[in-house]
């Protein structure tokens, strides 16, 4: 998940060394958990028992800015995936516990895992019986079929990457007014069944049905993004209103029963509010004082001396898998011209960037698109000054011939950021260093809230942006195909993916054999995606800088800390009664 409105921590030194030696009480899977109560989950990954003397009570969120759209189909954040786990269900969902169960996918508004048959090319599904949506109609086929079809339609960000291979995608991708899936996607009310046909085994489509992008939302839905208005889901919680100004509030679906505690499971606040708008200095202050619960922004660097030591049993650290990186518009001058986009990874001091986010106890360096452990991740360096596998420091002599080469010199770049600490700071680094190379560099930060679809729209000719990944899914694909494959750029789109504009039709063909292959052999696949991964890196669209760890601070009444590795801490799981 990108997921912009993204999630940082400015450390540096000390106050990075005392944060995480304080918060040492590690789960063991994925974070460190110091709240002193939790229900947490089962040694076999089970969810544990729903403990009704801890539901009750309202939880406080406090986010610097809101993320866009609250349409599932459409908002590709972290900050809103996070709450679109209590909110919608799809056919499938990722198991609701901590730690390295998390990545298992279980059946949701299915009643059990698909029918899987035709050699993976065909899915069936029988829904489960009594579902209601937030608004009282009954789940049926007919809304599981006009959900996907919805997806292309409205373009969701997915479409052409996760959902193309459906029966009928080519042509909704085309033209996407008035989709359907007739052959692609069969409900049988009578049978109270949907059928999924693809046109080839997709080892990783029960990953991709797991996601917000499938959410089964009713039929009739508006046939374009739904922005501020709220949809309604089938899960535990509803969105009672919600102004990207002001706050997001979600209650109870007076209609939700439990019908599964692994992909939908009972919340305990009866009500979870998101205020937006605070400055993140009092953020900080207001979960201190116990008016607030949680803090999704990067905690300013003065305070987290304090946070790390008075407040240690209050934090918790997670490793994620993630990407801090850099687009460069393949299509705008002057990064329309290879060798000004490779001046720039060997320009850029990975090491300063990791300084700037909060040291290396928070951050490792990186020079690939696959992060280290990843599947299909292989240790190989194209833009590190003297060779090797790994990044070691940057080549401004290199670069600043490349730059000369390329005959780019004198030309003016703008540099898109996020307008908060974390991103302003690498973004005046990056300014500073273009200015350097020779460029006219310009800073443009942008509020959280609309920084990520500016980017992504070709109209607004964005030339060099900082940005963030953080994974959809446990595999490769996840992140070339999704990120640079031709199938994720959508011109004029709030919702293209592929920031930077990357269409190389030989890394297509790559990427599509690394897809075919993971049907009969996913070792020879990852294997694949690495070489992937490296032709991408010698064409340069993009800049990896480093692989993130995640902060949460916490209030003192907040109990049952859970962190999913897909989708980070479980809100709804959270007591604060």
């Not at 969810?47 to 993320?67: C, D, I």
Request: aromatic share 10%; net charge neutral.
């Amino acid at each position: 998940m990108p997921r912009s409105a993204t999630r940082t921590v400015l450390v540096t030194g000390t106050a990075a060394l005392a944060l995480l030696a304080t918060a040492c009480s590690s789960s063991g899977d994925g974070g460190t958990a110091n709240s002193t109560s939790t229900a947490s989950t089962s040694a076999s990954g089970a969810p544990a028992a729903y403990q009704s003397a801890h539901k009750g009570g309202t939880l406080h969120l406090v986010a610097k800015s809101a993320a866009g759209s609250l349409d599932p189909q459409v908002n590709y954040t972290l900050q809103y995936w996070q709450l679109y786990q209590g909110m919608y269900d799809g056919l499938l969902a990722f198991k609701k516990v901590g730690g390295q169960a998390s990545f298992t996918v279980v059946p949701d508004l299915a009643e059990s895992m698909p029918k899987v048959t035709n050699g993976g090319k065909t899915y069936t599904f029988t829904l489960r019986k009594g579902i209601k949506f937030s608004n009282g109609k009954a789940l049926t086929t007919d809304d599981v079929v006009a959900s996907f079809e919805r997806v292309f339609t409205i373009s969701s960000p997915t479409a052409g990457s996760f959902y193309n291979g459906i029966v009928g995608a080519d042509a909704c991708l085309k033209k996407p007014a008035g989709c359907t899936l007739p052959k692609g996607v069969v409900g049988d009310a009578a049978a109270n069944t949907v059928t999924i046909n693809l046109t080839a085994a997709d080892p990783e489509f029960p990953y991709k049905l797991a996601v917000p992008h499938a959410s089964i939302v009713p039929k009739g839905s508006p046939a374009k993004d739904a922005g501020t208005r709220p949809l309604p889901g089938t899960g535990a919680y509803k969105a009672a209103s919600y102004d990207p100004n002001k706050a997001l509030k979600l209650v109870r679906n007076p209609y939700f029963k439990e019908w599964s505690r692994e992909a939908q499971p009972q919340g305990y606040p009866d009500e979870i509010d998101e205020t937006f708008g605070l400055t993140v200095e009092a953020e900080v202050t207001a979960v201190e004082n116990g008016q607030a619960d949680w803090v999704f922004d990067a905690p300013p660097a003065d305070r987290l001396n304090e946070i790390g030591t008075k407040y240690a049993s209050q934090v918790h650290v997670s490793p994620l898998t993630a990407m801090w990186y850099l687009t460069l518009n393949v299509n705008q001058a002057p990064f329309n011209n290879l060798k000004a986009r490779q001046a720039i990874n060997w320009a850029v001091d990975r090491s300063a960037a990791v300084r700037l986010y909060g040291g290396t106890n928070l951050a490792q360096p990186v020079c690939t698109v696959l992060p280290p452990g990843f599947p299909g991740h292989t240790d190989t360096c194209d833009y590190t000054k003297g060779g090797g596998t790994t990044w070691k420091a940057p080549d401004l002599a290199k670069a600043k011939a490349l730059v000369k080469a390329s005959g780019t010199a004198g030309q003016e770049v703008g540099i898109v950021v996020q307008d908060d600490e974390v991103n302003k700071s690498i973004g005046e680094y990056l300014q500073s260093l273009l200015t350097q190379l020779g460029y006219k560099a310009t800073l443009k930060p942008l509020s959280a809230n609309i920084q990520f679809t500016y980017i992504q729209n070709t109209k607004n000719k964005v030339q060099l942006a900082l940005t963030s990944w953080y994974q959809d899914y446990p595999a490769a694909s996840d992140f070339l195909n999704v990120l640079l494959s031709c199938g994720s750029f959508h011109a004029g789109s709030d919702s293209s993916i592929n920031i930077a504009g990357f269409c190389d039709k030989t890394v297509d063909a790559q990427m599509q054999d690394a897809l075919a292959t993971e049907r009969t052999d996913m070792t020879a696949a990852n294997t694949k995606w690495g070489a992937v991964d490296q032709a991408v890196m010698a064409k340069s669209p993009l800049v990896p800088l480093f692989t993130p760890k995640l902060v949460d601070f916490t209030s003192t009444r907040v109990g049952n800390y859970q962190f999913s590795k897909q989708f980070y801490m479980i809100v709804d799981q959270l007591w604060v009664k």
